[in-house]
Structure formats: C-alpha cells, structure tokens
C-alpha cells in the first residue's frame, strides 16, 4: 500500500481524493493535515464520512509535511506547494498539486498565469528551478511525461474540460486563427467551500452569474496546451465563465471557425480515433449534460457543425470535482505509481 | 407622503422594505441607514434596483436616527433598536422592529425568549419601561393595538406562520394539551445574506437540514401569543425548524390532538369566518405549496382531519420575506397610519 | 377599460398576461379560452391566484374568439392565432400573437422560420396576406410600426435578449462578417407547462442540457431582424440553446469580432445612447445575471471587450416570462392603444 | 457468478439495481425487461451508462420472465410480479419485487394497503397463496427471513426510513398510544421518471408540496410492521409526506410521546446498541441532512429529546433510491445468496 498525505483536507478538493483513496486497492492514506479544523476528526467536519474515516486532521506542524509518505496530495490555494517543493524534492518525495503552482514548464509561462491570477501578488516562483521537472497533469496528453514526473501540477477544473474538448482540433490544426469562443458554466462548488457573497444559497439560487469575462488565469494553460498540440500555431480563447445554482459540473459550449470544411460525422470520428484507448473520454452522439458525469471521471464530448461545414460548436463536460480535481489527481496518481489509469475510478455517474 | 427611514438597509429585510415602500402611494424612503456598504448607492449593493433607487447608505451617525423620518423601520438584528427606542419615544417618532426586541409586552415573557436566543447573552433590556406600549404585529389579530401604539414588534418568521395557522383552533380550545408537534421548512434567505457555511449553495442545493430542534426562540412568541388566545390555556409547540435549498417561503406542517372530534369541513369553515375580511389569508380546499406565496404578502393554510376527526394536520405557507418579514411590516405600517391594510401589497404570487 | 380576450389562458404565457392585465389600470380581461380545463375557474388550474381571480375558462367555442373583446391575446402555439386571423381582421378586432404566425412580414421570411421548427410541417401560412400588415413586437426597435398595427407579432424568448443586445452593433456595422457565436441559457418555463422528460425535475434539477444546436427556430428572427438594422449587411448567428434548473430567465453570452476596434467604455456609452429614454433596457457596468430581472419586464444588458478591442461579449439578461413573453405583450398592448408603454410593468425584480 | 435478470430497467429502480449489480463483484446481469425503450440499448435510454453497459432492453415476451437467470427483479409498479410470482415459485426462480405486492405477510394486511393506494381498484392479490411465503425486505429487522425466503417485498421508500428511525422505539414499547407524527420530505425521483404536472421543474423547483396528506398508502407496512415489535402494542402514525425540489433523498422528523421519560443521551445509546453492527445505520450526534446519504446505502438518524424528557423527535434520512429502493433491493439480494450484506454497497455519500 502506497502512503498518502493529504495537505489541505478539510476543502472539497481534499475530501474529493480522500474519498478515491479510501477506496482504492493500492493506496493508505496516513494523513491529513489542514489550518481549519484542526485537531478534529474528519468526519466531525463532514459527518457524511462516519463510519468510512475517523483520522484525525492535523496542522502543518504537527504532521511534517512529507513525513512517513510515499507520495503528498497538496490539495491548497495556489503558492503553499511551491513552498514545500523543494524540501519534498531533496527527500524524494512525490507530490502532486492541485494550484497552478506547477502547471508550467516554465518562469515565463508561469508569469502568464502569475499576471491574471486574482490572487497573486508577486509572479515570482518560488521553486522554479523545479518547474521543468514537473508534468502538467492532462493524464490523456502527457501520461508519458506524469509517469516518469516526481511532480505534477494538476490541471485547472475550466482547462481540463476545455484542453479534452478542443484538443483534437488544435492537433490537426483545424481552428482558424487558433481562435476560440468559449462560455463554460460551473456549479458553485468549483470555488471551494468558504463561505462567500456569491456562493450564498439564496444569491446563486436559479442563477447564472458571468464573473472575471475573458480575464480568468484558468485559460492560460489551456491556451498554452492546445496552441503547441500537434498542427496548432498558437491558441486564442475567448473564455467566459459563469457560476450557476449547481454544485458540480462544468461544460463547455465552444464554437470555432474551421481551418477547412468538414462534417460532424467526420469530426466525431477524429475523436473517437484520437481518444481511443482512454478509459475517462466519451465522445457521445448526443450533446452532453451537466450532470451526466456526476461523481465519476468522465470527460463527455460531442460536437455539432454549421450547415456549410466550416464552423463547429465543441461541448464538453466534466464533474468538476472529479475530472475536474480530485479525479484527475487520482488517474495521475495512479499513472505516477505505474498503476492502471483507471484504478478506485470505475464509477457509474450519479444519476438522477 | 410619510417619510420613512430604514435602518439596516442593506439586508434582505431593508430591501424588502425598501421595495414595497418605492411602488406605496403614500411612503416616501428618505434616508437608508446601514453599517455595510455605507457610501455606495443602494443599487450598487443590489444592481438589480438600478432604475429604480439611487439612495445613497449612510452610517447611522451619518444619518442621525429618526431625524427628518415620520417613521422609522428597524431591519436590524436583536438588541440594536432598544438603544434607540427612548429617544425616538421621546422625540415622537414611532418605529417598526424586525427583532424580538419589542415582540413582548412584559420583561418576563422577553426574559423567556431572550434566553432561548443564541447571540444573546444578557437578557436584560435596555429599554423595558417601553415593552408594555409596544404592539406585536400580527396584523390579523391585534390591528387594533398596532394603530395605537409607536412601538411594532414585527413577528418572527416562523411565529407568523404558525400563529395564523393554529389561531383558531387555539381561539377555540380545540388543541388538546395545548401540545402541538410542528415541522417547518424555510427557504434560505431567512437567516439573512450574510454568507455562512449553512447557507453555501454547494450544502444547501438539493438539502433539508434540521437545526435548533425543539430550541429555536421563534417558539417563544407563538407559545405566548397562542396560549392566550380566547379559550385557550396556554401552548406547547415541539418545533422543528428546516432549513431547505430553496431561496424563499416557509411551510409549515403542525400536528394535533383535538379536544373534540371535528371534521375537515366543519374546521376549514370555522377558518374562513375567523380570517373573514383579512386580505392576506387565504384558507384554501388544497394543501398550501411553499412558493404559491412568492412576493406576495399570503399567508396560505389547509387542514386535513384523520379519519376519526379526533387529529389534525394543520399546514401553512407563507413567503418568508414578505408575510414573514417586509411584506407584515408594510401592512403594519398601513395600520399604523390609519391606511388600507392592502396599500402597496397588492400582488399575486410569482409562479411559476 | 380596455377588453381583453386571452386564448391559450391556461399555459404560463396565458397565465402571465392575465396576472398583468388585472393589475393593470386601463385593462379588464372580459374571457379565458383554453383547450384544457374547460369548465374550471382559473383559480382551481392556478390556486396561486385565489382571491384574485375567479374567471371561468371556457372553450373557443363557448367563448366566440374575439366577441366582445377590444383585444385578443393569443398565448397559443404556432398555428393557432393564423386560423382566426382573417375574422379578426374583417371584424376589427386587433391581436397579439405569442407565435412565431406573426413575426415575419413575408411569406419568404416566415418560410425560413417554418422549415426551422420542429412542430411546422407545412410552412404554408394560412392567412399569409395579413403578414405585410403585422408588426414585429420588438417594442425598443417598432414602436411606430406597432403603434399602427392591428396584429402584432410578440417576439420568442431568446431573440429578444438576443436582438437588444445585439442591436447597436449590428445598426452601427460593428459586427464582423455579421458573425456572433451565442451561448443562451434558459430556465425551464420557456418550454411551457406540458410535462416532458426534459423537463422532469429529476432529470433537469442541477442539470444544463444543450438541444437544438445550430438548428434553433428562433434565431431566425434573430437573424433577420439585426441583419437589417442601420448599417448592418446581414447576420449569422451560430446560436446554441440550453435549457438549465431553473424556472425563469434566459440569459445570452455573444462573442463577435468588431470590424473596428473598440473600447468597453465607447461601446457601453454607445449602449446607453442607443437605448436612451427606453424604460425596460438597462444597460449595466457588471455583469447581469439571470435572476436579476425576475418578475419584471427589464431586460439588462453589459459587455467587454478584448485586450486589444477587436473583440466583444455581449451579455443580456431577462425574465423569459416577462420580457421574454407577457411582459413585451403588455409592453406592446400599451403601445397599440397609446398609454404609457410602461403602464401595469413598473416591477422590482424579485430578488433574493 | 448469479444471473439477473432485471424487469422494468428503464424506470429509475431498474437503472437503480442494474448500476449496483454492474459493480458487484458476484451478479451479472444477463436481461434487461421493460415495456418502455424495448429493442433500445440501455445506454441509448441512458447516456450517462455509456461505456458501462450496452444490453438492449427487451420486452417481456421476448425475454421470458425468468428465463436464464437465477434471480428476477421486478423494479415494476404493484400488481405486475403477482400476475408471475405463481410461475417463478414453480420454477425455483426466486425473486424480489419493488412494489407492495409482497410487502404483506397476509390477504388481510395486503387489503388494509391496496384499499389506501391510488392506482389499486381491487384489492384481490393474483398469488396470495405466496404471501405467507414472502419476507418484508427490512434487511435490519428481518435478515433471517429473508436469508429463507424465495420471495422478498422490498419496502416502501417512506416506509423503510420510518421504520428504522422508530424502530427501537416501538421495540421497547417507548411510544405513547403507539402515535407518531411524521412530516416526510421526499426528492422527485420516489414518484419515478414519468413525467407528470407534479415533477415538472417549474413547478417543484424551489417549492415544497405536501400531498395525500394522512392517506398515503406507505403508512399501512410501517404501522403493521412497527405495531408488531416487541413490546410494542399496534401504531399510529400521523403521516404528512411532502415532494420537494430535490431529486434524491427522503428526510422525516417524527414526534412522538414517550411512555417513561427519557434522556436524548440514553436513546442515542439505546439506537446505537439496537443498531450495533448493522452496517447502513448510522447513529448521529447531529441531526441528518437529507443529502448526507446520496448515493450510498445508508439511513442516518438522530434525536432530540424535550426538556422535561417526556417527547421526543426521530429524524432519519435515506437515499431514496438506494436504501429507499436499489439499495435496500441489493442488500436483500446479498442476504438471499449467502454473500456480505454490503457487498457491492460500500459507497460514501456524494457529498458536497
């Protein structure tokens, strides 16, 4: 049994892995450590857990970091893993983290990212010198790369939906202009747990909130990956997100100009032919729904074309806190330890 | 036109108000008064007033409290109105409390609800000589009173509900025991807008949670108030209050043994000549839905006996922000300036 | 008093214009027709409406369509309104229709609508030779046409959100190759009352479900309408619908690319002059949201440009039922008979 | 591996127990019988199961009930498994049943429910000579039977939350006048995917619908089977079941008197003894919420007792499609073969 600590527990991104791991044939969890709620019991916080984990959560401090693990799951803000990194790499620990903290292969990629993040101050990395060594977490384009990588930089809940979507047009260089319009829509839970004006029940309600149009930093490494994929020349995404009165799920309506004509049959082909063999995309005849992933990692994908054939509309969607988080960070753990991708993840959707 | 100042401003209760006072004939608001938000317009707190108000909030030393208003509408939290209530008395100027302070006419029955209260510590009153010449607003059964005094307690909104939904049986000595077994769901916006872990969409979506059972304070005004009523000989109410994933309205089912057999017509006809002439109550032949009162200012109720006649199921159903909040408070304000009851609530329920 | 017949009362769209006609000062409504429930009082169909109204519904042939009425209001589906046109007409009886029968002022036109509907097997019109003589409801753009007009054709629910917030681009020829990618959102009352799996509560609840994509009926309006505006040269709108859980709003996310670049700040201004002196356009500086109009007959409206101002997204927002349906109705009504075109509309969003 | 053969798969109870059985380690399920889809693949009706499943759903005869398969659900509405319980039990095929035909131990009791249920014009039972052989599947109460038994009734979704939530209650004979009144809310999906006015987004949404207020048919096995424990003597239950704007779940708040005073402190500990080892019950501090269990197998109860120790309030909450139904199905399905009653079933709630 592979050990993993959990940093960052009590959010739902750490809930999310705990849940997969506690499940899972291959992995223990040792650990978890949180600033809130320390000292509790987990399912104290979230008393769904009773009877399924009993661990008790413990501060930084008291849990060194990295201390008696095979393997570190940051599930915190961006800028906490950067700090450990290091130290975690002169012990020879992995980690994965779910910030964007180690999403890119470079300072000046990362200073992209730095700049529209609403929270970041300072663009300067504080491990730098690491980001070439770790793996953007895209388990369907960069499994090679996770598998040999000592750390992985989970991709962001909007990019991931939108990279799986686009990501065979922008390999058969098929987008015009690499220019893309993108309205993706996420339940609220997306944005963590803390209490905020705009998670407030009766505020999202049967509500559609658009916030941060075409400034939202989760569209830079979207448009870093898909711009250097294959045929592509570069990647423009008009990005607008929008919270809804849901708790899970992001899809993703995306609509682009062909680079040549082509025809829905033909394009829906391509993706089959381009994710084969991927246990988490489903290209599906029917455009996808919402809730169609709910608690599993599916990417569901179909598209549809204009009449003329030269503009296609792309529709993805995920569960944003399984493909879109913790799912992705189990699949890259997995990967990492040499274990099937899909290993603690074959799990129906819930649905109704 | 009265001049109406609204303090507390900012919540969901002085923008209630703030609404119904904009479309009355008679009212004008003259000054908002609030601690958040003070020195931004009223319709940047809430854009979707753009058009309609542009007040700007002031903080109360700003806008001295009471000055230039012919009435004054506390929508603010316990404890804050009694600090004020002696000089308004003095100065003249009458005022509408949203909180218990002036729910109860003596500093015992206060004492008994104060101490049920979770943020209240002492249950000392800094204003108790004026309990006995306040009114408590239930338009329905003390409108006399109400046009009399300066002082309204605006009820609770869960006591409304109740009230009005077991006042006859009450009036009439029908509940057995005085006992009564009630389960009451409420829509999120009754503990206000301020964000709190309960209220996230991503807990409360698609969530019933009980709390505070058979603890809430509201319990305390409706015992009170029902156990008085005519032949009644005081109330016990086992109450469990819900919080649901739903923006607005309170449903409340309330059980009890009867004194005498009855049956569902003779007791639904002994309501409609109780509530004869009240605009607001609507006894109906079906069972009441908890938004076929949305913004309107209803108060719905039905009733079904059990076979032998000798148990009742009693339901009521009211917008918990209008009949449970701004929506009495405007009627009382109408009593209280001798003007139709109805002024300004003229509305039919938003359904779908 | 205006009388007003409403065919179709029992749907949403019957339900709201009669919810708007008996609060409005100048109108009665003299008679319901409707297929189902026949013989019922609406307040049985509607017990919301218990104590407002006790009209009885009655079948097109209790109730001759158009005798004794100043007015009709056909809340029907396509088809209906054009089988009692020509009567009408010769009896001089003006009507407004909910359908698309009356939106276009030619066969020509109405024959690309009608191969775009699902319902429409025969895009024949049976009184085609009224079509010249109807106005288009867009009452922001035709108030002079519909003014003068005995039919009146009341705009679909998305193109009005997406007609004004498109409309000072195309009028201005701002809009590249006449090309805008649209992403709409709806909540589900815009399907009506019949039940459907789609709009199961289970199944939608929490749910986004992409249909009709690239192929919905309304765009062609859409089209038609902005593609002849000012200095437009006509328009194409990749247009994709999707119906959410929610009960009301549709709200529209459109990306286009300027012919000339500009600024945020220019283009709301230009917004602000284009609709100046309009009641129900709010052009905002945030975002709108979806439940940001609910109730009420506004239809908001915000936009942001590009880093480099070649490109926009416009966003609008509305309540389907209102703006998007009964509201422009009652809007249009006014207009036809020269009131106040806001007459019976002055409504505060409900909001929480 | 067993063979299953499922009838009536494309309601919500098929989808149910076909999802589980996918994931178990020692069923297989060999058909899938429906009137609904037949000759669709499962994934087809279901987008959502692509990947998972492909079996083509096919219509009673051209599956012979029973034919092949070791097992038979019947996920079907009442009085369909009775019209082929004689052929089955003939040919050693046993058989678990969803609907109340088999839920009753005698002709007599079965007349007391089909003569309270809605769509049962005749309460005459096509297989009563099968009844005495038939277990009521409340796997906790009843594991021995049903471990015997070549025939279960899986229990009501109402009824299997009440009876574990007052269970030990009647069991110690705790319950005053064996009355209990019970206020039950229920997510849409109990009343199954046909769409009806009730389930309509638009109108559940957001609102709460008390219905068959004290004459639900659910009442008749909870009052027979709790009436008959230990040292119980009979059952009263008020029942006021409630439809909210959720899909998933069933929460019910239950009053009741207690025939010697206890402490919230001793009952807890009495449930948690009463319970002990029962691997789907979980003992609460908290009250449950209604979606602490979605998904999983589990019913979570707390209680609060009054203050002078003589009332108390039960509160249990269960998926109701699991252990109000596929859950519960799957459970009794291990019992009947021998396996771990939670194999198959070992699932933490989603949550959030």
Chains 1, 2, 3, 4 share one sequence.
Do not use: W
Not at 225 to 230: D, I, M, P, S
Not at 238 to 262: E, N, Q, W, Y
Request: a negative charge; glycine letters at 12%.
């Amino acid at each position: 049994m592979r050990r993993v600590q959990i940093v960052g527990a009590t959010g739902y991104g750490g809930l999310g892995i705990l849940e997969l791991l506690l499940a899972h044939p291959e992995f223990e969890v040792t650990s978890l450590v949180a600033r809130d709620a320390a000292g509790q019991r987990i399912d104290e916080v979230y008393p769904h857990l009773t009877g399924r984990c009993a661990l008790t959560v413990q501060t930084a401090d008291d849990a060194q970091v990295g201390s008696g693990a095979d393997v570190v799951v940051f599930a915190t803000p961006d800028r906490v893993s950067q700090g450990y990194a290091k130290a975690l790499a002169d012990a020879g620990v992995p980690f994965i983290d779910y910030s964007g903290d180690f999403r890119f292969g470079s300072t000046a990629d990362y200073a992209l990212y730095a700049a529209r993040h609403p929270s970041i101050k300072d663009g300067t990395h504080e491990a730098d010198a690491l980001l070439g060594r770790a793996a953007y977490g895209v388990s369907e384009l960069f499994a090679d790369r996770i598998a040999q990588a000592a750390i992985v930089g989970n991709p962001g809940c909007f990019a991931i939906g939108i990279i799986l979507g686009l990501a065979p047009l922008f390999a058969d260089g098929l987008v015009a202009d690499g220019a893309v319009s993108i309205a993706s829509l996420s339940g609220s839970s997306g944005a963590g747990k803390k209490p905020a004006p705009l998670q407030h029940l009766s505020h999202l309600n049967d509500n559609v909130v658009p916030y941060r149009v075409l400034t939202h930093q989760h569209v830079i490494e979207a448009e870093l990956t898909l711009g250097r994929l294959g045929a592509a020349g570069g990647a423009t995404l008009d990005f607008v997100p929008h919270v809804i009165g849901a708790t899970r799920g992001i899809l993703s309506t995306m609509h682009a100009r062909l680079t040549r004509p082509s025809s829905r049959e033909a394009l829906l082909e391509r993706y089959r032919e381009y994710f084969a063999g991927q246990p988490f995309v489903r290209v599906l005849d029917v455009p996808p729904m919402l809730k169609g992933q709910a608690g599993s990692n599916y990417c569901d994908i179909s598209l549809v074309t204009s009449e003329d054939g030269r503009r296609v509309v792309v529709m993805s969607s995920i569960d944003n806190l399984m493909k879109g988080q913790s799912g992705s960070a189990m699949q890259n753990l997995n990967i990492m330890f040499g274990l099937d991708q899909a290993a603690g993840l074959d799990r129906t959707p819930l649905y109704p």
